[in-house]
């Protein structure tokens, strides 16, 4: 039986010497919370199933600096590797792949350019290409304000859910769960989903869209935002059938450990990887 | 494009120094792996100038490992390139894999070990492995080491004398998959 996975994810600014992996809350405030490929070797060696890592410098003078942070991590680390942040053509995946990217997930490049998850996913293969999303409830009061988006409930009251690009700096006017649909069609293996409203909050993550998103794609989904508790994980996973969660601060601060997370799903009946 | 360099890796850390053999002479070490991702007929096509020289070592009883495609063409030929042959060396063919869940196969499977006596296996005790496949070889019943399940039955490794196969990739599977490629290197 295939395991739910746990991913920690590493938001990397690399304008310092070897990175620094940061946290932002609702993607600002930062903090930071140590080296990218030493973190990953410990969360690795902690059981983590995947890891995760996101340019947020995202400008192309960095470019080398993720392959440098990717081909580290990859000498000790077994796990599939996972980058992204800034890539924006065929050959800039190409690097990070050469580095010991198993795979490489998209956000702006893939809005701007939709045809670029087509190239990626021919070139590279499904499995290697995931098109993340950052998501951001807009709330109606009349559905027919948005008709043309899909509304979906939520215990605050019915919303739409649009995405973002830049890091949250830019939205889009775009219907998220009417993207995810379409990037599965244009053949991404993998949907990275981030909730705007809960990143940070520590309050669970976002159940509403990421059981909207899951139902109506059949490519796995990774639900992301909002991770503060074990609990959250469960809930994640029992509520709307995810194939994988992400979290970050939760193990950067120590918070919980990957090996703790995971022996609480364990008791919940939840089919995980032990270590 | 592939994993090479993940198996490398694997390798270095496990105290091993691989050579990615650039032309058939480079095909001259005390084991050969043959990694892959992608599609079959590519995959056959790259392997082609190694194919002569892949078979006198195999006579000489050197220790061969295939991973994903690299198991996949030890077969006859697979629904995915049907005018392609494969390497021949255990009979059968790869066929897309007849599940009602979602293809590719990806993620973390656990592993049924069939064959106890498989030297890949030892110190294994059916662990979980990552998967990344949309194809399987239907080998001969017994050849297969060891399998998973998704929905329906999964061969995940084959052993013919000195030929293994994993289905799934052992220099992603973390420390168990580690243990697999150390059991190799120590054939």
């Known amino acids: 039986m295939l395991c739910h996975r746990i991913i920690p994810c590493l938001d990397c600014d690399l304008a310092f010497p070897e990175g620094r992996v940061v946290k932002g809350i609702e993607f600002k405030q930062i903090k930071y919370a140590g080296i990218p490929w030493q973190l990953a070797e410990k969360y690795y060696k902690d059981g983590a199933d995947e890891i995760v890592f996101l340019d947020i410098t995202a400008s192309h003078e960095r470019r080398e600096t993720m392959s440098h942070v990717i081909a580290k991590t990859s000498e000790n680390v077994f796990v599939p590797l996972t980058a992204g942040g800034g890539i924006r053509n065929i050959e800039d995946a190409r690097k990070v792949f050469h580095a010991g990217a198993d795979k490489i997930s998209i956000n702006t490049a893939a809005i701007k350019h939709p045809i670029i998850v087509n190239k990626l996913a021919r070139y590279f293969g499904s499995q290697a290409c995931v098109v993340a999303i950052d998501a951001k409830r807009r709330y109606v009061t009349e559905p027919e304000e948005a008709d043309d988006k899909i509304i979906v409930e939520t215990p605050d009251g019915l919303c739409w859910f649009e995405c973002s690009i830049y890091g949250g700096r830019e939205f889009t006017g775009l219907d998220a769960i009417r993207w995810a649909m379409e990037v599965e069609e244009r053949g991404a293996g993998e949907i990275l989903l981030t909730s705007m409203n809960k990143d940070g909050s520590k309050e669970g993550y976002d159940i509403p869209l990421t059981k909207a998103i899951n139902d109506r794609v059949s490519i796995p989904v990774i639900a992301s935002g909002g991770c503060g508790t074990s609990e959250h994980i469960s809930e994640v996973f029992q509520k709307t059938r995810v194939s994988a969660a992400l979290a970050a601060s939760i193990f950067h601060y120590g918070t919980y450990s990957i090996k703790e997370v995971k022996e609480f799903l364990a008791t919940k009946e939840i089919a995980i990887r032990p270590r | ?187």
């Open chain 2, 1 to 187: 494009m592939g994993n090479i360099k993940s198996v490398c890796n694997a390798l270095k850390y496990l105290g091993a120094k691989p050579v990615i053999a650039k032309s058939p002479a480079d095909v001259k070490g005390e084991k050969i792996i043959i990694p892959g991702v992608g599609a079959f007929g590519k995959g056959m096509d790259n392997l082609k100038p190694f194919i002569p020289r892949i078979r006198e070592t195999l006579t000489s009883s050197i220790p061969l490992l295939g991973i994903c495609l690299g198991l996949e063409m030890f077969f006859e030929g697979s629904e995915e390139s049907p005018r392609t042959k494969g390497l021949e060396l255990m009979k059968g063919k790869v066929v897309r894999v007849r599940t009602k869940l979602r293809l590719p196969h990806i993620g973390w499977n656990s592993l049924e070990i069939r064959k106890k006596a498989c030297p890949l296996f030892q110190d294994i005790d059916n662990g979980h492995m990552y998967f990344v496949h949309s194809y399987q070889a239907l080998p001969e019943e017994d050849l297969v080491a060891a399998t998973t399940n998704y929905g329906c039955k999964i061969n995940a490794s084959v052993w013919k004398e000195n030929i293994f196969g994993t289905q799934f990739h052992p220099e992603k599977s973390g420390p168990l998959g580690l243990q697999i490629l150390k059991n190799f290197l120590e054939l």
